[in-house]
């Protein structure tokens, strides 16, 4: 007998959208707590995709902040009216959905008769039905919380598959392609022919060309194929990414040792009917040594990467050749490219098909700030300063240096003219992660009132987001914006001051931690150090607050970078190196 909790209400809920709609935990508990994200109070609550997934899977007892908002009666009317608007025309069946979810209800034995008549009376008309789905989410939420039982014992690995472990292995959610995915089924099917055969397969190509996508796609396309797929965004040390994955039964106390050797354990043990999507693997096989264990797997393996590894088997994806399937993107961000077709087809021809160039192009011409003739002028003028040769250059570390991609994008980036608070909020997204942060967050992190000009930057192209406003900055658009606003401790003062005022309150724990300080890291790896002591006590702040979630990868990046400056006479103070000593004990085994 399935309890009726939120767990079940909310698991049901989703299964029954409809194949075409599915989505993932968070975005689908965004559409159902709409009225709650919506509401300044929360501006700062993030839906972490580990804590979500535990919310669904009754791992964990749902936040007390959204609880208590659906506790008040006017609440729940909205959410009645949410659930009808958002969720209710994605389903194939509503009224089956409302009835599997009113016989789990009824059959729920460890619900009074008084609350089950009470409710009930609700459910019989018509009318007031979605009031009762309401009250229930509402009930569920506020019962007292029983833990799922795991079945941990169940996934370990026996036989010729591999266990299930979307429900073991939290935030490994593959993210869905961009809508607008096309020209890619040749590579499709030869990037499932050469899995088959090779197990481990490098996805290579320039930056924007589209390799991520096309992992997706992948994922998407062939997810009936695989018991399991996984998807892990690269950082730049394969070892800590393993250890950073979030399984069901890590525990607190568990030293980053611990949990790597059982996580490594666990995927050492997943078969080839397992997928393991690497994504953005910019280096080579020398800068990490941990990639030979992990070509170790028996699963399959997908990685993207910039890089030019020969060594291993490699799909290297070329520009699109289709000019069709070009057109029909920038038809999709451009509404008037049928009236300009031949002079599109020459902009598309003059940025060498480069996916990501053709949509910025398109955008910019949307927003009519160029026309289709003046914008091909600029690139011709533009292209001809180049030689063939220069179009993908490989540079020692084998990394694509792309010069003349990134001189059509550059051009397309200083056609518009942003305005000094466009400027700045470009600057401060710099140090975002690649995964990105939800926008409300990182407008408050930079005290803007309102989020226009984020919005503004997503429409021309140069902030990515995702369905549910998560945001962030393309690798390509990231370096240019690096290269032009050179970001540094006095002009991105707010963005530190708002971190650091995080870090210090100490008493208060922030569900988005892993992004705040993945923040951190970017900003001690980019940020230009031309205020010491103010960037000095940043770092210190910092430090104690990781240590508060034994965020030992950031803690050990802080160390690094003091031992650095503190070297320098000139820069610090005694109390400088002496914190310095105690942060360095901290992580000490036997101090």
């Not at 007998?1 to 194949?19: A, P, Q, V, Y």
């Not at 609350?115 to 009762?132: D, E, G, I, Q, T």
């Amino acid at each position: 007998m399935n309890r009726c909790d939120f767990s079940s209400i909310s698991t049901c809920l989703k299964n029954h959208i409809s194949e075409s709609n599915q989505m993932s935990q968070p975005d689908f508990l965004y559409e159902l707590f709409e009225d709650f994200m919506d509401d300044p109070a929360n501006q700062d609550f993030s839906m972490d995709n580990g804590l979500v997934c535990r919310w669904m899977t009754g791992q964990a007892k749902i936040s007390p902040k959204i609880s208590a908002y659906y506790s008040k009666p006017s609440n729940q009317k909205k959410l009645a009216e949410t659930i009808h608007q958002n969720l209710l025309p994605l389903m194939s069946d509503c009224n089956m959905a409302m009835q599997d979810i009113y016989t789990l209800f009824i059959q729920d034995d460890t619900i009074s008769d008084a609350k089950k008549k009470n409710l009930a009376s609700l459910y019989k008309p018509a009318s007031s039905r979605l009031l009762f789905l309401a009250k229930l989410v509402s009930f569920g939420m506020e019962r007292q919380f029983i833990k799922r039982d795991t079945k941990n014992q169940k996934l370990i690995a026996g036989g010729a598959l591999s266990p299930i472990v979307l429900d073991y292995i939290m935030d490994s959610e593959v993210p869905k392609p961009c809508r607008h995915f096309i020209g890619r089924d040749k590579e499709l099917e030869e990037l499932y022919t050469m899995l088959e055969e090779n197990r481990h397969v490098f996805l290579c190509g320039i930056a924007g060309i589209g390799k991520s996508e096309l992992a997706k796609a992948y994922a998407k396309r062939y997810i009936k194929q695989y018991t399991n797929i996984l998807y892990v965004e690269y950082t730049g040390n394969l070892h800590q990414d393993i250890t950073d994955m979030d399984f069901i039964d890590d525990l607190p106390e568990s030293t980053e040792q611990e949990q790597f050797q059982r996580h490594n354990r666990f995927l050492r043990s997943l078969k080839s009917d397992t997928l393991l999507i690497i994504d953005n693997f910019n280096v080579t096989a020398t800068q990490d040594s941990f990639l030979s264990v992990v070509l170790k797997y028996r699963c399959q393996i997908l990685f993207t990467t910039r890089s030019k590894l020969d060594e291993y088997c490699t799909l290297p994806l070329k520009e699109i050749s289709d000019m069709n399937a070009l057109f029909q993107l920038a038809s999709v961000f451009y509404s008037e490219a049928d009236t300009y077709r031949a002079t599109v087809e020459k902009i598309i021809e003059t940025v060498h098909s480069h996916t990501f160039a053709v949509e910025l192009a398109a955008k910019l011409l949307e927003n009519g700030i160029s026309t289709p003739d003046q914008l091909l002028t600029r690139l011709q003028v533009e292209k001809a300063s180049f030689h063939n040769e220069d179009k993908i250059k490989i540079i020692k570390d084998g990394q694509s240096s792309k010069a003349t991609y990134y001189s059509h994008i550059h051009t397309l980036f200083s056609l518009y003219t942003l305005s000094l608070k466009q400027q700045d909020i470009m600057c401060n997204m710099c140090f975002l992660p690649s995964t990105g942060i939800s926008a409300r967050i990182f407008a408050k992190w930079l005290e803007l009132s309102t989020l226009n000009e984020i919005n503004d930057l997503i429409e021309t192209g140069f902030v990515q987001t995702t369905t549910r406003r998560t945001i962030s900055l393309h690798p390509m658009i990231q370096e240019i914006t690096l290269s032009e606003t050179k970001p540094s401790v006095s002009s991105c003062h707010t963005l530190l001051d708002s971190l650091q005022h995080i870090c210090l309150m100490h008493g208060m724990e922030v569900d988005y931690y892993k992004k705040l300080f993945q923040t951190i890291g970017n900003i001690i790896e980019l940020i230009e150090k031309d205020d010491m002591p103010k960037y000095l006590l940043f770092l210190e702040n910092a430090f104690p607050y990781m240590d508060n979630y034994n965020y030992h990868k950031g803690m050990k990046g802080i160390i690094q970078e003091l031992k650095v400056l503190l070297k320098t006479k000139s820069i610090g103070t005694n109390s400088d190196r002496a914190l310095l000593l105690d942060f360095q004990a901290t992580l000490e085994t036997k101090p």
